[in-house]
């Protein structure tokens, strides 16, 4: 990865730390004030995007260096890890303040919640959500999972807000409903945890080494079957490695051809698949020998290019 997108990842983040900071002190001092639970469960969760900030600052100081000996597959796990920390950390800060909602449900408060939570609540999705989608943007730019990943972030924070904004409305209105405060927060915690799947789940996907993408086969085979000088692709496999993806399969050419235009034919092919398909790092070919006349009666080979070769 060239220095460009370690410039995009790192400005993003540090945009990013400056508003959850900005937020998070607002939102508990608020909270704090006006005795809004879900407020400050809501700073809380800016204080908990810090900590994600400083892992995608510290983790893209690795997963953009360039392969070496001791990788030469790359360093993208290491972005891989840093979105699985991401994710434990959010599901960690949502249980607790699950817990804490849990556990003063039927407390009555001594304060109302009043419209000074609720401007503090409405800044927060605003900000936010103009921080989820510059974000996105920048993530989009360079293919970065983590960087989408605390785009979503930024995302699930403006989500969490929403609840909180309408429990103070609800109780400024009807302060009788004072647990409408905890039900907040709970739906705080609802949506927290839910980012935190969505960021885990593909990453420890990766590292059982699943396949990276279940339209990648088809793409090749549509690629293949447009280009006259291959016979047949197969055995075609896929990994991620954080943002990138390695490929290799098997490309089956004319027997009666010459092993430097098979290689020029498979590195052209390699070409056109780097060019269509930018997940895609490096690709691995196989070279196997086409024999077409076992393959005319053949039901499963479909395509004109036996034929016509026969």
Known sequence: MSEQPVKIIQKATWVGSI??????????????????????????????????????????????????????????????????????????????????SISSIGHEPTTTPGMLAFGAA???????????????????????????????????????????????IANYVLPDLHYLDQVAALLVTAMILKAAFEILWPAIWELTEAEADSELEQKIQRYAAGDKDIGEVHAIRSRRTGSNILLDFHLLVD??????????????????????????????????????AERVNNPCCGDDKCKDTD
Not at 132 to 145: D, H, V
Not at 148 to 165: F, M, Y
Request: charged share 20%.
């Open 19 to 100: 508003a959850n900071v900005a937020l998070a002190i607002l939102k508990i001092t608020v909270g704090k004030i006006t005795g809004s639970q879900a407020l400050v469960a809501d700073g809380v969760h800016s204080f908990s995007d810090l900590v994600t900030d400083t892992a995608i600052l510290i983790g893209s100081r690795y997963w953009t260096a360039p392969a070496d000996k001791e990788h030469p597959y790359g360093h993208g796990r290491f972005e891989t890890l840093t979105n699985i920390f991401i994710g434990v950390i959010l599901a960690i800060v949502g249980l607790g303040i699950g817990w804490d």
């Open 255 to 292: 027997p009666e051809m010459s092993v430097d235009n098979a290689h020029t034919i498979a590195e052209n092919f390699k070409s056109h698949i780097l060019k269509e398909i930018d997940e895609v790092v490096d690709v691995i070919i196989h070279i196997e020998p086409y024999n077409c």
């Open 122 to 168: 409405i800044a927060s999705i605003l900000v936010k959500e103009v921080l989820y989608r510059w974000t996105i943007i920048q993530a989009k730019k360079i293919n970065s999972r983590a960087l989408h990943a605390n785009a979503w972030h930024h995302r699930s924070d403006a989500l969490s807000s929403l609840p909180v904004a309408i429990a103070v």
